[in-house]
């Protein structure tokens, strides 16, 4: 396939693992931040492939593991509520709510659609007056212009049954959460090419320049992400912390303008809960007042449910690069993709998911 | 388990936003699920969770040594002939996909299953289950497909039943059919049977039908269009099973796709396979469709190739005989079976690295992003 193969190259990818293991003199902490990063890591076992010239810490980029259980009830609630049609991306189905999951409520009779855009959502609202239709809208900055042009599209549509329930967050403040904290080890971090794609990366030079932190844009393929870590070593080794853009294809330095216009016109920024992290002050998007009649939140009566979480999950330590997924007691046995106890078992893009899918036999060697 | 508490988490919800640094190791974790009271649509996807049915509710309540086998078809025996019977239910949405359609499908994947216990088949039933209000003119096209099919494989459908269900209760058209087949003279093949150095071969490339069908339903619209490659594999299995002896199983990788076959030939014989992964055969438009899907060509279903593991010494006769044949022309010896990792399915990259290839837990979820 042109434009991927190339960047799946074995010769160019062992390439640039031997550099990383030639300039690499001490075992470096890196982050690489999206979830889709990390299910390429592990698929082409690029931890393999980089022996200990790197220590490569999964982040907190997997739109599916970070959404509070409070927003999953709301969505479960919603799309068991008669007349009411939820609709969600694939892999929000399986996410564990404090009782349930989507997957449950749709074999109780909840109307429950897959779609692969949201603007779907909006045509299956023109297509069925009679019902509600809530499209659940999750993700990065990378989902939420889609959002926002779906709201967009409804209004000009003068649709009164559709609406959003929004749960986005955002990647810097996270980033600023975790170098704040005592106990951070990261070194570098591999910043979400997708995310940068919209938003650019003008923000993220000021954690380059507050923490004093190389962070590098990179893309979603093996030979990209072996790249990027190659920037990071190599800005690390010679002891400089700057922003780069690995992910020249994609990336420019202001994003996508028209694509933050329409966000900006929908969305104010806004204080986020975060799965598993907790409150982050500034880190997610709010529908604007002006769109109120397009967020579910007020639209549904949808009563604040408040949950418990299990403590033998360790998907903090994960975080933190303190521990692997595997290091966990619960790890494929009590935690499984079938029966998650923590979100990051859920998605993929999890890092314990991602472990337990494409790594179990490498723990066993 | 009852889930524990977490004093720190239970605070979170309440926790007001303070530009406080955090401590990452209070962060938690969500509720375990609850165990499942209702069939969910991936128990019948053909990965983790429609096992879990078999063991947990039909192999307690009907078990019995032919059924305990678990093979695609049962093998019984009649005054000395070996006879195969199977049964499949087909509920394929849309009806009519590029390359075939409900009708042909629940012909050629009845045939399948008992050509995959190196059976020849003989003769085949067909139920039908009708909504009421589905166009007569619909029935009739599906009717002549299975017709069609039917005559092609030389198989005749020899006796069948019609339900009508109330509106609502069923969606258009579903087909059940079982077939009846006499296994071949000194063949048994079983999943249980492959040992380490087997070759592991597949008739051509995997996902199409898969894709075809996702294509159609999801009104995708690629420049190369995807067909579906159902069809009947008996003379396929047959041209194998005449070149060599060596055979120990034969799977149609339908639902779950290529992974879940061979997991569940992994599991049956306790040993571990390695697969190369450049050996994979994925069509270039397949792959591009799974790219832009996020899925895995690796589970997506086929109705119309084989999986063979044939002892390391037949590989390269097994792989002629296939190449030999019309549809195996694409035949690839993908890997290996082996003595390490025991059932585990592994992949060897391009990178020479290797990863997990899992049974799915249910159905594939497309991505977000």
Request: with cysteine; glycine share 8%.
């Amino acid at each position: 396939m042109k434009y991927l193969d190339e960047y799946r190259d074995a010769k160019i990818a062992r390439g640039l693992a031997a550099e990383i293991l030639r300039r690499s003199t001490r075992p470096w902490v890196l982050m690489e931040i999206c979830g889709g990063q990390t299910h390429t890591l592990m698929r082409y076992g690029i931890d393999d492939l980089l022996g200990d010239s790197v220590q490569l810490v999964h982040g907190p980029g997997c739109p599916v593991c970070v959404t509070s259980l409070e927003t999953i009830d709301r969505a479960l609630a919603l799309a068991a509520r008669p007349g009411v049609t939820l609709v969600s991306y694939g892999d929000m189905l399986r996410v564990p709510g404090s009782k349930a999951d989507l997957f449950q409520v749709k074999a109780e009779g909840g109307d429950v659609r897959v779609v692969y855009s949201p603007t779907d959502a909006v045509q299956l609202a023109r297509s069925q007056p009679d019902r509600k239709v809530v499209f659940f809208a999750v993700g990065f900055e990378t989902t939420a212009p889609a959002h926002a042009m779906a709201i967009l599209q409804a209004e000009r549509l003068g649709l009164k049954n559709f609406s959003i329930l929004a749960s986005h967050v955002l990647v810097p403040p996270a980033i600023r959460t975790l170098l704040g904290s005592p106990r951070n080890r990261v070194q570098g971090f591999i910043a979400p090419g997708h995310v940068c794609t919209v938003v650019g990366y003008r923000e993220y030079e000021d954690l380059v320049r507050e923490f004093h932190v190389p962070i590098v844009v990179g893309g979603f393929e093996p030979v990209d992400l072996l790249e990027a870590i190659r920037m990071l070593v190599v800005q690390l080794e010679e002891g400089r912390a700057e922003i780069e853009n690995q992910y020249v294809r994609s990336v420019q330095y202001e994003g996508n303008r028209p694509a933050q216009e329409a966000v900006a016109r929908v969305f104010e920024v806004a204080d986020r809960k975060w799965r598993g992290i907790g409150s982050i002050p500034v880190s997610g998007l709010r529908i604007r007042d002006e769109y109120a009649a397009f967020d579910a939140e007020r639209t549904f009566e949808l009563t604040c449910v408040c949950a418990e979480e299990p403590a033998e999950c360790i998907s903090a330590e994960v975080l933190l690069g303190n521990k692997k997924p595997t290091d966990c007691t619960a790890f494929g046995t009590r935690c499984t993709p079938e029966r998650p106890l923590g979100a990051p078992m859920v998605s993929t893009e999890g890092a314990c998911a991602a472990y337990y899918q494409y790594r179990r036999h490498a723990v066993a060697r | 388990m009852p889930p524990t508490t977490n004093t720190a988490a239970t605070r979170l919800p309440a926790e007001p936003v303070s530009d406080e640094p955090k401590d990452i190791a209070a962060f938690s974790c969500p509720l375990p699920l609850p165990a499942r009271d209702r069939i969910l649509l991936g128990h019948g996807s053909g990965g983790k969770l429609s096992a879990e049915l078999l063991k947990d509710v039909f192999l307690p309540a009907l078990g019995n040594p032919v059924l305990n086998r678990l093979e695609d078809q049962a093998i019984v025996s009649l005054n000395g002939t070996r006879l195969a019977i199977t049964t499949d239910s087909f509920v394929v949405k849309p009806l009519f996909f590029r390359g075939g359609d409900i009708g042909s499908l629940a012909v050629h994947g009845t045939i399948n299953d008992l050509a995959m216990g190196g059976a020849e088949p003989l003769w085949l039933s067909a139920a039908f289950i009708l909504e009421e209000g589905l166009p007569t003119e619909t029935l009739k096209r599906v009717v002549a497909s299975m017709h069609e099919a039917a005559v092609k494989a030389g198989v005749p459908i020899v006796t069948g039943d019609t339900k009508v269900v109330e509106k609502g209760s069923a969606d258009g058209l579903f087909i059940n059919t079982t077939g009846i087949g006499r296994v071949r003279d000194g063949v048994a093949l079983s999943a249980s049977q492959a040992q380490p150095g087997d070759a592991i071969l597949v008739s051509g490339f995997i996902g199409d039908h898969g894709i075809a069908i996702l294509a159609e339903r999801e009104g995708l619209q690629f420049e190369t269009q995807v067909h579906s490659d159902s069809a009947a594999l008996h003379t396929l299995a047959a041209a194998l099973l005449d070149a060599t002896q060596e055979v120990r199983c034969l799977r149609d990788p339908t639902r779950g796709g290529l992974s879940s076959t061979l997991n569940e030939i992994a599991t049956s014989s306790g040993v571990g396979m390695e697969l190369n992964e450049t050996a994979i055969p994925v069509r270039e438009e397949v792959r591009g469709a799974c790219e832009m899907l996020g899925l895995d060509p690796m589970y997506v279903a086929n109705e119309g190739k084989l999986v063979a593991v044939v002892a390391s010494s037949a590989a390269e006769k097994a792989l002629a005989a296939l190449k030999n044949h019309p549809q195996g022309r694409d035949a690839v010896i993908v890997g290996k079976v082996t003595g390490e990792h025991p059932r585990m399915v592994v992949m060897r990259t391009p990178f020479g690295t290797t990863r997990i290839v899992d049974m799915l837990a249910g159905d594939q979820l497309p991505r977000i992003c």
